[in-house]
């Protein structure tokens, strides 16, 4: 059983660049879309946990925010992982402040016990310490040095403003055109689905939980929805999942039943002939231990067992994830039905 410090886990996605042991700095490449070996560090030290970066954040150096994990055994390049933030340390390099998470892997039973920096022992702070005041000593233009420890806390609101710097630099790429796009994109999504409904004489009943009601608008916009569309759920809480679409309590609302049951749950409750259901990690946060956009489609349709099948769309803007989401259902289902027999 959990302790109760870790009820509400809040974690992150990491990608590990350098494995503990190492002197060899690896980094990302963006360009390249790889990962490649930076330098080779002077002297006789070596890093003392794996090292890695957030993605879809943007730290006061303009690049991710850099995460340690403490982990037992190996972990390469590339793996990625989900973990904990238990604290953060703040190292100055050249005079400015730039922070260092420090988490454990979610999965790892072993690391339950730290679930904050002082769990932390207080040896390892100290080592990890020593290593940033002293790993660039031969390199005569850097000044770096750990400066102090901050908590679970202060970690968590260095990484929500991290996310939210990332989120406003991206969104000078994201002009008026892209927006257009998608809106059109949802449109087309939903007038090719209502013809199929019309001309099947089949009517469609919705629960959404991340899209928040897209779908059911998005149709609704549509010609001849009238004739087909029965209605929908926007069940963004989880009682609502549980008390009113019959999904199991305490099983979690991000699977692949959870889907099955709100589709169901939508069928029945809006006497529909077929069911439509989407749940997911919008984010800024992953959820139940899954990434951000992790998106499980539901469809229940008469005499059928009901069917899930699940999506990663890999962006970290919730609403492009929320608007890509409701496409991809509609054409899921547009798809799903064309293989059904009349």
């Known amino acids: 059983m959990k302790d109760e410090k870790h009820a509400t886990a809040f974690t992150v996605e990491v990608v590990i660049e350098i494995p503990q042991g190492s002197r060899n700095k690896f980094e990302w490449d963006e360009a390249r879309r790889v990962i490649r070996l930076d330098r080779r560090i002077p002297g006789a030290v070596s890093y003392p946990a794996h090292y890695g970066s957030v993605p879809g954040t943007l730290a006061v150096d303009g690049d991710p925010l850099d995460a340690l994990v403490l982990a037992e055994g190996l972990l390469y390049p590339g793996v990625w992982l989900t973990a904990r933030p238990i604290g953060v340390g703040w190292v100055r390099d050249n005079g400015q402040l730039e922070p ?19 769990d932390v022992p207080a040896l390892l702070l100290e080592e990890i310490g020593q290593f940033f005041d002293v790993y660039k000593l031969l390199e005569p233009t850097r000044d770096r040095h750990m400066e102090r420890w901050g908590n679970r806390n202060e970690a968590r609101k260095t990484i929500r403003k991290a996310r939210k710097a990332y989120r406003k630099a991206n969104a000078t790429f994201r002009d008026t055109t892209n927006q257009n796009s998608s809106r059109s994109f949802e449109a ?61 309590p305490g099983a979690g609302v991000i699977n692949k039943p959870a889907a099955q049951a709100m589709a169901t749950g939508a069928r029945r409750l809006l006497g529909a002939d077929i069911g439509l259901a989407t749940t997911g990690v919008i984010g800024p946060d992953s959820t139940e231990g899954q990434p951000v956009g992790t998106i499980w489609i539901g469809i229940a349709c008469e005499d059928e067992h009901p069917v899930a099948n699940r999506i990663n769309i890999e962006h970290h803007d919730p609403a492009t994830i929320r608007a890509l989401a409701a496409s991809d259902a509609m054409q899921l289902l547009a798809h799903h039905m064309n293989r059904t027999p009349r």
């Open 100 to 118: 260092k998470l420090l988490c454990v892997p979610d999965a790892d039973a072993s690391a339950a016990p730290l679930g904050n920096i002082t």
């Open 188 to 248: 087309g999504s939903a007038h090719q689905l209502v013809k199929l409904l019309c001309d099947r004489n089949t009517t469609l009943g919705i629960a959404e939980s991340c899209t928040g009601g897209l779908i059911a608008s998005a149709i609704a916009a549509t010609d001849g929805a009238g004739d087909c569309f029965r209605g929908a759920i926007v069940a963004y809480d989880a009682a609502v999942k549980y008390d009113l679409l019959g999904v199991t």
